[in-house]
């Protein structure tokens, strides 16, 4: 029994998908930015509903579709994908900010840092590891005192 009702609720949604749109407005769907890349703002409709024709695609009653049936599936389509695309929520950005530094300057004399952010405890900071500057001393000479 629970078999049967398990099929038959995946026949009724099969049905409900495909019942209320035309093969037409379906394949307008699922091609919709490369149609409209091709046949811009204002389209020649005798002859979209022509190609139409001559690839198969119907109606929802199954006839071929007339350019005033076209022209309102497609307005229909435009106005569907808006709206899906709209409630979709923005994509991240493909490149994430670089986080900033503990700390950027040391002064030789092992002084505070001239400019210092607290660092996340047990964090460890890459540029711990990077060589650290100086002033320098010259060889050979006697500073005075």
């Known amino acids: 029994m629970a078999a049967q009702t398990k099929d038959i609720l995946a026949e009724i949604e099969r049905q409900s998908a495909t019942a209320s749109r035309s093969p037409l407005s379906r394949w307008m769907r699922q091609n919709h930015d490369a149609l409209l890349s091709r046949i811009g703002e204002r389209p020649d409709w005798r002859v979209l509903a022509g190609v139409f024709e001559?690839?198969?695609?119907t109606d929802r009653s199954g006839k071929p579709a007339s350019p005033e049936t076209a022209r309102k599936?497609?307005?229909r389509v435009r106005k569907a994908v808006a709206t899906a695309r709209?409630?979709?929520p923005a994509k991240q950005p493909l490149v994430q900010p670089a986080p900033?530094?503990?700390s950027?300057?040391?002064?030789?004399?092992?002084g505070k840092d001239a400019v210092s952010q607290p660092a996340a405890q047990g964090s460890r900071n890459p540029t711990d590891d990077a060589p650290k500057f100086g002033f320098s001393k010259l060889r050979h000479s006697n500073p005075k005192e």
């Open 54 to 57: 001559r690839s198969g695609l």
């Open 86 to 88: 709209a409630k979709r």
């Open 100 to 102: 900033e530094p503990a």
């Open 73 to 75: 599936a497609w307005e």
């Open 104 to 110: 950027t300057l040391r002064l030789p004399d092992g």
